[in-house]
């Protein structure tokens, strides 16, 4: 493939077409951001939910619900943000549909699995792997939200195996909806998103259960339930059609993380089972160190 | 004590001059609400640590910083809320010093230890256990904040063994803030704080070690860290002289909850190594429960 041909190419791509495949979360507050900032002038939505189509069709996020290939035709940009599991399969299929006119992006939380899926299709340069890191715990086309996205990091995966025309065109939208881009290799990034992401989602489940386990026969003592308690629970509320399949995945890392925090968790116990003041609060004292990471 | 007489000298008892021992984020909360509210016309602190006084003044939550001794003397009202391990002792000295028209409340997040420390004083009448359930991960009197506690809990331990003129006048500060009044034995208490307030903490700080220790090396990744990390691991900046103490107090109940917590992790744990994707759904399914009780 001729760069040079592909990067005059890519100057005169509009973004003006753009199918969203999964109408929810992401996809749903990334196409109004597209809207918004004047990046795309038709969104089209494919989903095998017809609700979620309809839903998103009255809330404005898509103008119009097409089949996957008729979509793809009348494209652009192609924006895939479903379940990581899915990913892999529809990418292979819009993959095959595109001519090198169009592009297309995912925005899983996962990278290396789809990366390495998709290494040697013919058409590996028009995709560019996308991690933007915003979400919240609700998901469908009503959990779509404007101002999405401002603030945070988008990770961009293999970037030297995508066309630069691609690669400026993509990242001109995230920064433009003011994400800060960091470059990583796919498997780097599944390790970072173990320990920064889904680490926290398995804690909060996990915590949810613990409380709700022992707290079943007494509901009003909820009402007691401070600020604390809910900021550390609120990750349960995760929708788990899209992070049962991020945890399978990226199973090797979430394993380690989890492994490593149930042996901190284990050192606690064990601090209160000597009531080893000395011991509990040096624990406490190096976890005030992330501090200096969120002040 | 004849509560009659008590109740008529209560409805004349004013809370015009108010010691806070301890000057940091509850405390200071309270004498800024205390004041606000029109119940205190004059706010005494006191504290070891000069430097909190001096700050305390200077920020108008204090009037004057007096010793114990003078402070209690002068005072209507001693609200004590320093770490919990403190309490037991300073409880049992300002007791000694009060006469039957003072009272003494605390504001600590655990209960038993100090109910059953005092239940035999003289003065047990005059003091009233509670535990506003309110805070933030930040201490001193610089964390201190107007507004604190709206819409919280307040949880009033062994209501029965106070002056009902006491619980009335404590009562009506409370709700003036906005708080709603619970009622629960201190054993009953500690349990229920083990799991919706000191779990949180606990897990918060060890997800916090568990990150420091891997991501050491590579500080910039941080930069990945989105609002979902920052809420889980927000506890974790927790003061550890407030903490500590707290779960060493409560540690038989805190260890209950700790090894449920661990058993839940490791369910988790099990449904990775198993790729067994049908229990991690049910799992988590199972934690998506808590949305019926934060919307």
Known sequence: MDNNKELTN????????????????????????????????????????????KKAKELGI??????????????????????????VPVMKQVMDLITDKQMVADAGSTKFALCDAVKDHPMRRRFIATHPMWGTEYSGPEAAVRGAFEGRACVICEKEKTDVGVVDTIENI??????????????????????????????????ANTVLEK???????????????????????????????????????VLDVLNEHISQLKKFKASLEKENMEYLTELMENANRIKRIFK
Chains 1, 2 share one sequence.
């Open 62 to 87: 898509i103008d119009e619900a097409l089949p996957l290939e008729e979509a793809v035709k009348q494209s652009d940009f192609i924006y895939v943000a479903i379940p990581v599991d899915a990913t």
């Open 10 to 53: 890519k100057k005169n791509m509009p973004t003006d077409v753009v199918t969203i495949v999964g109408v929810g979360l992401i996809s749903g507050s990334f196409a109004l951001a597209l809207k918004e900032k004047g990046f795309a002038k038709k969104i089209i939505g494919v989903s095998r939910t017809a609700a979620s189509l």
């Open 174 to 207: 995230y920064k433009s909806l003011g994400m800060n881009i960091v470059y990583m290799d796919a498997h780097a990034h599944d390790i970072h998103a173990a320990y920064i992401s889904h680490i926290s989602h398995i804690t909060s489940f996990a915590l």
């Open 215 to 253: 707290e079943r026969e007494d509901d009003a003592i909820f009402a007691l339930a401070g600020g604390g308690f809910e900021s550390t629970v609120r990750l349960a509320k995760s929708n788990s059609a899209m992070w049962a399949p991020i945890f399978m995945q990226n199973r090797e890392n």
